[in-house]
């Protein structure tokens, strides 16, 4: 299985995230711990992988503890990218028992959302085999996009744009409001001079369109394996290659096989399922 290193997520892409993720579930007050438990009480508990998954989040999951415990004690026993096996301990933790039964949803929520996506973004690149490069897309939640390009990272696999202003990519859309794919591309040129043009074609035609009309990368969108494969040989040495559309797991040996460049995968943004983790809390002596 791939071994990933990925940087840290900046701290101002999630601590407001996450206040207002507490302020949402908190409301008025957690009626249920202020009723059952003591304000004196300690505890201990354990991160725990229910499932396989490759860790992300790790920093959220502690953010979200320490917002409703600033003294809590954290030990972090992997890192984001580690793959864990069922039994894996996480993270060990020590803290007010009712900050920690408080925290203990949010703090789950953005672990288990991030790690579902980078556990499937880890099978990509693992069905991959290094044979072709595999990216994300824009399809993510809204106002979550960079924590879940992270999570995309920390899985092993690449992020495409991050924004609309990274990068052109010319699609159908365009091409229409345009007047066509030369005329897209010239516009695009002479406003963007120095930026990578990227354009959709959804046919073999499209293909040798986009191909006069000077783009660098060649979006092949839904198209057939033949047709990848003879889209390939036409951009060879005169653009490179993404496939889009259709793309699944048991898929991708075939397109990776194909020799086009990239493949992105909107799924690990927008279908990853949660992984399963769990947070185990026992009391300390008063």
Known sequence: MTVVSVAPLRVEAYRELVRQALAEDIGRGDVTTAATVDDRQQARAELVAKSACVLAGLDVFCEALRQCDPHVEITRRKCDGDACEPGTVVAEVRGQAAGLLTGERTALN????LSGTATLARQFVDAAAGRIVVLDTRKTTPLFRELEKYAVRAGGATNHRMRLDDGVLIKDN???????VEAAVARTRGSQPGMRVEVEAQSLAQVDDALRAGADIVLLDNLTTPDIVEAVRRCRGRA????????????????????ADYVSVGALTHSAPAADLSFEIEPEPI
């Open 174 to 180: 365009h091409v229409r409001l345009a007047g066509g």
């Open 110 to 113: 953005f672990i288990q959302r």
């Open 240 to 259: 490179k290659t993404e496939i889009s559309g259709g793309v699944t797991l048991a898929r991708l040996p075939e397109l990776a096989a194909t020799g």
